[in-house]
């Protein structure tokens, strides 16, 4: 019997628990093996960050540290005063340091550093923590593109949904992908999301442009991902020089004009991959990719996968 320990407090985020917990409970239906707990500061009701209140079964003075195969520090905004708390910071400590697998949810990754168990680790958080927490640990390489990442017997995932593809991939760790298929088609969800998936679209990864030049120059790209949109395309667009246009793109959109269209491309060609049947190369040539090859390459190195096995995991036609 494995236990699976999740950690809340005041405040935390309760889709971070409870789609996890799911999760897990399924594969506990299925096949069995799984002890799942809820422990907080103390017993008894814990108030979610929306108000509503949840059970916790144990408080840290009634749960000993040893025995927890996968602990999972949920997140939420009271995570910056749980980590002011200097006994939940150790327990979390002394259970990480014998657990099998630690993985963190959302901002939780901010407590479970706390701890100092994620010390020269590659580790992602929401999209919102990404500057907090590598400001306050320097020693992690925050990324915060991929919407898991596995880093030896560490997990860390993004914000919220995220949470549920870090429980699929956990419980495939354990018992391979049909029963983690079993589970996603369950719960109606994406078959499941791979950990390099990024868990921004193009609105969330992207500044936004701050005068009307570069507004339209973003409009134009968005608007038609598969047009020709060279340096001097979109200058002319914008009414300033290549150079330019250039200089304040990178300066208002926190990246350059190609590296924008590419971004604005894979997401279009993620779009049609999981909406409609419309042949890979069709749509390389649509989406201004030129050849099927390089949609190939430019998706597997955006996105981790092949559009061909993207379109099979979570395409809507079957």
Known sequence: MRRVVFVVFEGFQAVDLVGPHAVFHYAQEAVGGYDCRVVAPRAGLVRSSSGLPMGAEYGIDGLEPEGVDTLVVIGGPGVVEARGDGELVAWIGAAAAGARRVASVCSGALLLASTGVLAGRRVTTHWRKERQLAADHPELTVDCDPIFIRDGHVWTSAGVSAGMDLALALVEDDHGPELALAAAREMVLYLRRPGNQSQFSVPLWSAQPTSDPIRKAVRAIQDDPGARHTVAALAACAGLSPR??????????????????????????RRALTEADEPVAALARRLGFGTAETLRRTFHRRIGIAPAEYRDRFGSVR
């Open 244 to 269: 330019h246009l250039q200089r304040r793109f990178t300066a208002e959109i926190g990246t350059g004009p190609a590296a924008y269209v590419e971004r604005v491309r894979v997401e279009a060609a």
